[in-house]
């Protein structure tokens, strides 16, 4: 681990594993947490208020990586947002308006 603008932070890319969880604890940070399995990582993030679950499906170089969105947690809540960001509806929203 190692500070950089007040911010410690680890030395590696990433910690282990192919399964993310990602939760937000207070609306200004954002953690994550990660599994070899998703059955430890459902368990881990069922104490979690708002957490989606991320599989590995790709990493380049540990810079480039490409995760898919498992059905767990807010799952449903994320899809539903995005395909009304998709057809505009939240546009103005989002725009602070």
Known sequence: MEEKRGVTVSTRSYERGLIKVVWIDNNEFIYSKMFDDEKPAEKFAKDKKDYLIFKLVRQNDMEDFTWKLLKYGRYDVYKF?????????????????
């Open 81 to 97: 947002l995005f395909n009304q960001y998709k057809k505009g509806l939240l546009s103005g929203w989002l725009k602070g308006k």
